[in-house]
């Protein structure tokens, strides 16, 4: 009989995937947005529409304003996470090519798992270090492979650094605010947080909308409901119920799908070096994500055992 702990953690499972699924495809459309619209455009367009979706919903659901004690993590996680880290990944992605800005945001679950550790009290085990290695691995020799589509300057390494940097940092301050509201709340309130923080963008926005092909529309608006008002609430499910770091790792399955999106979407062949990287960065998040076997788990068992204090013995 399956116990409900297996089944909150395959619930998360299915929530991660649902991420980085719809974070993938999200490189795709962002391919047609960005030709039409300027960074910080992009980014408001994308917030407005994601917070559009995510208050219907709200309202629908009757989630109401979340609590006090949780604002601090939402309002910093709104402004880096949603706000901060999508305008420089866009403007980023202008000045490198795309090899480059995925090495570099990249190092984002690295410091994701540093920062948890140090400040949530994260555990390293062996398993989510190992896989972790591998999987970095993996998207270095994507980046690698990808490399030289276009140019780079130190401006654009720079932003993909800030972006990787915020990235991590929003993560780790939504982690507290998850566990006094709920995921639907967090992500709702962080997205108009940044929405709010993309505002000095609308003239951009409102200008550039009128030229923009409808194509490039329709991706940012698809860019706004799925890939944030959707997959940022099933992160935020998962997160909660999860440590920041496993959830971080989780995230290196995003290079992988992309190559592959890429390939049945836009008709861009991988080389077989671009496979190999996808492959590691699969197995990677496999490794993390795995449990230890029983007799690893019966080993455990047997050390906490031996440390538990000993009853006195009575003479």
Known sequence: MTTPPRRTERAAAAAAVVTVVLWASAFVSIRSAGSAYSPGALALGRLASGALALGVISLVRR???PP??????????GVLWFGFYMVVLNWGEQQVDAGTAALVVNIGPILIALLGSRLLGDAMPPRLLAGMAVSFAGAVTVGLSMSGEGGSSVLGVVLCLLAAVAYAGGVVAQKPALARASALQVTTFGCLVGAVMCLPFAGQLVGQAGDAPLSATLNMVYLGVFPTALAFTTWAYALARTTASKMGATTYAVPALVVLMSWLALGEVPGLLTLGGGVLCLAGVAVSRSRPGAKARARA??????DEPQPEQVP
């Open 63 to 65: 989630e109401g304003v």
């Open 68 to 77: 006090r004690s949780a604002w601090r993590g939402i309002a910093i996680s």
């Open 301 to 306: 068992k047997r050390a906490a055992a031996t």
